[in-house]
């Protein structure tokens, strides 16, 4: 660096450019926001056709998640399940609709209740085992009239630890991480 | 509360890697190349080491996690991703795990393995993929568990059934896989277990227990 440039120097601040960063700025903000809103964290998700549940509360859970008891995973039903009492498309679902839902690809019900996969969570455990209610982690969903667009309880890891405290049962890391 | 341990019979060993093939089909660990294996990047969770004994022959011995009592590599975790847990198994979490290596430097036997890559698989094996173990993501460190997932699997069915977990219910892949019954595992704090009993045989030595790591892994010298 030469002596004759001290280096204190700077190039004069430009208020145009700054003045346009800052328009700039005030229009992203918002526009951010409300992307923001609309995009996360919690999109109600679409279901491929309407189901209501309170109008098969004469049946049990298990009839249409039938790994509830007995595996991890409660699973959603697919067309057999339904076939005993709807030989052809109940009301609000199309016969084409209904045709292939029939196919290999199911009903394509979207899961609203997620853990991640480094997660052990085990339904046959907390409902055969550990007498827990649907309600307790799903709260209404058992008797709404239309698919839930979010799940209604998030059950995070604060939501298991804090009945497992209060349960007693462990809260060993390994427990529930794989 | 049970103490986990394996002991490993260095005299039905016949170093023929079953056990090697179960633990990566067991717990989805991906293949390494011998490029990736040449730059110090193999990723296992068991192998055959040879390793000279006292009188100049040499064994193959299988090396997994030793599973320390005292392990070297949970007092350096910054996060505490990686501890001893109540059964003394030394548990790896790894959305805790910051991928800093510490552990693996710390570890005398060197079988915490870092993940330099996402894990890959070829297609044809994607139906294989073990649903109770989870893919460990790229950046995190892994190693073996003594399959952890079947003791949780174990419980659950010991409990719907309505009994006690019993020790024989709980069954790491290597030792179910072991074509020699080189394997046995069990609680070692039961005095009456087989392991138990074979950890205080005079053949039995853990592997460079002179360090104070106290292994659970327990291995009998051959030929006496």
Known sequence: ?178 | MARWGLVIDLDRCTACQACVVACKHENNVPFSTPETSARGRLMTWIQLVGVEMPGGTTAMMPMMCQQCDRPPCTDVCPTSATYLNPEGIVAQIYPRCIGCRYCTNACPYAVKLFNWTAPEWPESMAPMRNPDVSIRPMGVVEKCTFCHHRLQQAREEARAAGRALAAEDYVPACVQTCPSDAMVFGDLDDPHSQVAGLAASTRAFRWMEDLGTRPKVVYLREGE
């Open chain 1, 1 to 178: 660096m030469s002596p004759d440039a001290p280096d204190t120097e700077r190039p004069p601040a430009s208020p145009r450019t700054t003045r346009r960063q800052w328009w700039i700025f005030a229009a992203l903000t918002p526009a951010v926001a409300v992307g923001w809103l609309l995009v996360m964290p919690s999109a109600p998700v679409a279901q491929p056709a309407v189901f209501n549940h309170a109008r098969h509360s004469a049946l049990a859970c298990v009839a249409c998640h039938r790994g509830v008891e007995s595996r991890a995973r409660a699973t959603l039903p697919v067309v057999s399940d339904c076939a005993k009492c709807h030989a052809t498309a109940p009301p609000g679902i199309s016969e084409d609709q209904w045709k292939s839902f029939s196919g290999p690809q199911g009903f394509g019900w979207v899961q609203v209740t997620h853990v991640p996969d480094h997660v052990n969570f085990s339904h046959r455990r907390h409902v055969a085992s550990g007498r827990l209610a649907c309600v307790s982690c799903h709260a209404d969903v058992g008797q709404r009239t239309t698919p839930p667009g979010t799940a209604p309880i998030r059950v995070d890891m604060k939501a298991c630890l804090s009945c497992h405290r209060q349960e007693g049962i462990t809260e060993d890391c390994a427990a529930c991480h794989r």
